[in-house]
């Protein structure tokens, strides 16, 4: 089945202006701002050459890279100006941020903002989300999105993947009604949900029916937090939480190719997160996140692939300030796992309660039809 390199492939010849800017544009763009580029200011075409490959990155970012190969030569792309690049990683904030523009053919900019990358200090900012708002990263795509509206004229259009997608939307939200007023569309793909306060803001009232929100089948990453609640399910060849990858999801022409609802897998993991989460004090989440990733930054190492490239040989050091918790945290912990666990066989169960009663005999998941952009 067809993925974004294979819509490079077939559409990278055809300019915007004879078929405009799309969903399967924006995640590609996307997707693109995980890279580290290590220029501020060049075409997609000049950035090829300049970018080096890094080994040591996760399979998803070789992807990334080559992508980057087969756009720098695609007609669609290849003099797409990316500029205003920023990055910043600072361990002491628990902040994890990048951004970008990117210059359309048709006058429009392309405000980019990176998902986790794969630091410790990305992921325990995301955690962070479930009792912090805004995190340091939200507040710095504020920023970012003020800056960028002052920089360039004409309409904004907003996207990211994963974590930039919650960024897209909180900065849309939070963003001054002027920028407000310029924002195309905010795109979010497998992006987390927000805060309860920023869903019942005016801002947020303001750009809801621009948010367009992708999820593929079994997700788990865009059902975290209050997410939007009009979202599209894209068809992917993953199996769970690697669904999460751009690079699985499939595409029809022009589009996504999407499915009716969610897996019964994804829709079991948000009813027990949303439940478990609802019957944890805010102080308990930080406790508990914070001591898990003390825990695991006692490793020593500072990304997730350096600590499961040889989990045994960071075991001890883990285990050793697993030992340095005190007693009724440890405790704690313990029977927040539990509870998760309890509630999660709970609505299993309950699921499959509801699916054998005969009003469901005649249910048919998984029916594909062809989306098309509102």
């Given at each position: ?6 819509y490079?492939a077939?559409r990278?010849d055809?300019?915007?202006?004879y078929?405009?800017f799309?969903?399967?544009d924006s ?5 693109l701002?995980?890279?580290n580029?290590?220029?501020?200011d060049?075409?997609?075409r000049?950035l ?5 490959e ?7 970012m ?8 087969a ?7 290849a003099?797409?100006?990316?500029h ?5 990683i600072?361990q ?12 359309l053919?048709?006058?429009a900019?392309?405000v980019?903002f990176r998902g986790?990358d ?8 995301d955690?962070?989300?479930t009792?912090e ?7 710095a795509a ?16 907003l996207g990211?993947?994963s ?6 939307v ?5 963003a ?13 793909f497998?992006g987390?949900?927000?805060?309860d ?31 939007h609640p009009d979202?599209t399910?894209v068809r992917?060849?993953?199996?769970g939480?690697m669904q999460h ?9 022009t589009?996504?190719?999407i499915?009716?609802?969610l897996d ?5 993991v948000?009813?027990?997160l949303h439940e478990w ?9 930080r ?8 825990i695991?930054?006692a490793?020593g190492?500072s ?5 499961f490239?040889?989990?045994p040989?960071h ?12 007693s009724?945290?440890?405790r704690?912990?313990?029977a927040?796992?539990?509870q ?7 609505n ?9 009663t005969?009003d ?15």
């Open positions: 089945m067809p993925n974004m390199m294979d490079i077939w990278g055809i300019s915007m202006a078929s405009p799309n969903h399967l995640l590609i763009l996307a997707e701002s995980y890279l580029f290590p220029l501020e060049a075409l997609l000049d090829d050459a300049a970018t080096p890094e080994p040591e990155h996760p399979a998803f070789h992807q990334t890279r080559r992508m980057l190969s756009v720098s030569k695609a007609e669609r792309f003099g797409i100006r990316m205003d690049l920023v990055s910043v600072d002491e904030r628990d902040m994890q941020f990048a951004a970008m523009l990117f210059d053919p048709s006058g900019h392309y980019a986790t794969s630091t410790l200090v990305g992921w325990r900012e955690f962070n989300m009792f708002s805004p995190i340091p990263a939200q507040s504020v920023k970012y999105l003020e800056n960028a509206a002052a920089l360039v004229d004409g309409p904004l259009i990211g993947h974590k930039g997608g919650n960024l897209s909180y900065a849309a939200a939070h001054d009604e002027a920028v407000q007023r310029r924002i195309r569309t905010v795109y979010s497998d987390p949900g927000l805060d306060a920023t869903m019942v803001s005016d801002g947020y009232a303001r750009i809801a029916k621009r948010i367009r929100s992708f999820v593929p089948q079994q997700s788990v990453v865009g059902l975290l937090m209050t997410y979202y399910v992917s060849t993953g199996t939480i990858d751009g690079f699985t999801w499939q595409m029809l022409g589009d996504f190719l499915v009716t609802e019964v897998s994804s829709q079991v948000d009813h027990t989460l609802s019957r944890i004090s805010p102080e308990k989440r406790v508990f996140i914070s001591t898990t990733f003390d695991l930054e490793s190492v990304t997730v692939k350096e600590l490239s040889d989990v040989a075991l001890p050091a883990m285990l050793k300030a697993l030992q340095k918790v005190d009724e945290t440890a704690m912990i313990l927040l796992w539990r998760f666990i309890s509630i999660g066989a709970t299993i169960l309950e699921m499959i309660r509801q699916r054998i005969p469901n005999n005649e249910h048919i998941q998984g029916e594909i039809k062809h989306g098309v952009e509102g």
